[in-house]
């Protein structure tokens, strides 16, 4: 069974930085591509960044470019987002999703989230 | 990458058949067949019900369909049932390794 379990999120001050991780398991990591999707408070879903599976290729929301940078490391089955200049209009859930073979495939599992609050 | 356009409700009874529009431009859904659609209970994760434009994974139920117009991508649910009741958004590539969603339908059956 695919999972993906989200970890690292928290309370964090206007302006500071956070690291979201997810850990992979029940597929090969190494052949898929990555995403991070974000959901605020009541609202809908936002696309924020998505990795190939050798990180060739990168693609950033404008709302998140600059500030944040997406990774992975195949060796630890593991995605990250290291989110700088953080802002509170960056609170939101945020899901590690998996996508296809290639990052242009439709993202298709999606782990359960880990919150983001930022504060003023 | 503005969103895709959403409405913001539909709403049918048991049986109906309903449609749900997502409208985006010629860099996104218009340039490619690589429309996904998803549902969201409340709570809950997202789950992928239709990929490139109308493709289903296994294990999605055949009264879930989606199409593509121009800009203009539609999912459509036949025969509504009461556990179809959710939030439902659009995702279009829009080129540069780049995505975008729509803001949601909120489906409510009567």
């Known amino acids: 069974e695919v999972q993906l379990v989200d970890s690292g999120g928290g309370l964090v001050q206007l302006g500071r930085s956070l690291r979201l991780s997810c850990a992979a398991s029940g597929f090969t990591f190494e052949d898929y591509a990555m995403h991070w999707v974000r959901q605020t408070p009541g609202k809908g879903l936002e696309w924020v960044s998505g990795?190939?599976?050798?990180?060739?290729?990168?693609g950033y929301a404008d709302s998140v470019k600059g500030r944040f940078t997406i990774s992975r490391d195949n060796a630890k089955n593991s995605l990250y987002l290291q989110m700088n200049s953080l802002r509170t209009e960056d609170t939101a859930l945020y899901y590690c999703v998996k996508g296809g073979e290639l990052l242009l495939h439709a993202m298709d599992v999606w782990g359960q989230g880990t919150t983001v609050t930022v504060s003023s | 990458q503005s969103a895709l356009t959403q409405p913001a409700s539909v709403s049918g009874s048991p049986g109906q058949s309903i449609t749900i529009s997502c409208t985006g431009a010629s860099g996104d859904v218009g340039n490619y067949n690589l429309v996904s659609w998803y549902q969201q209970h409340p709570g809950k994760a997202p789950k992928l019900l239709i990929y490139e434009v109308s493709e289903r994974p296994s294990g999605v139920s055949n009264h879930f369909s989606g199409s593509k117009s121009g800009n203009t991508a539609s999912l459509t649910i036949s025969g509504l049932q009461a556990e179809d009741e959710a939030d439902y958004y659009c995702?279009?590539?829009?080129?540069?390794?780049?995505?975008?969603f729509g803001g949601g339908t909120k489906v409510t059956v009567l």
């Open positions: 995702c279009s590539y829009a080129g540069a390794s780049t995505w975008v």
């Open positions: 990795i190939s599976w050798n990180s060739h290729s990168i």
